[in-house]
């Protein structure tokens, strides 16, 4: 791995964030290990991790492209795309569903005016569904920015989304 800053078109790293990588790697018998941790790193850096992106990984960690996209697109929790400042995730997997998720997601589109998957005119919101939030007994579920709300209703949602409008936390 090079720790020179690494650049692909307009994605890179820091010269500390590099650092930091490469202290990771040190961490693993192989640089692939690393590739998860510092999928995690792009997306917190850029918000997303683009196709760009994908490729500096590659670089830096020494893989091939193709290694790097099989988690990216594996994994719910990597974005390829940018979201709203709040991201909405619903889970609706079958104990969520047949708790009101469904229902739940289609609340949250009316309220905001976008459709699953699109991001509010303000870029504060992004709605999406998730397989499973592995939460079942707190369903529905909803995941905002990795913090996870149990038996959220539509009264709830409301509540969170006046809130964060306010300057309120999520």
Known sequence: MSTDAVSSQEVRFSDERLSEIAELVKRYPGAQSALMPVLYMAQEDFGYISMD?????????????MKVREVVTFYTMFKEQPTGKYLLEVCTNAGCMLNGADE????????????????????????AEVECAGACAGAPVVQVNNTYHEKVTAADMDALITRVRDGGAA
Do not use: N, S, W, Y
Not at 55 to 61: H, R, Y
């Open 53 to 65: 992106a994908q490729k500096m990984i590659a670089e830096v960690l020494g893989l091939r492209l």
């Open 104 to 127: 739940l997601v289609a609340h949250m589109c009316e309220t905001l005016g976008i459709k699953q998957g699109e991001t509010t005119a303000d870029g504060l919101f992004t709605i």
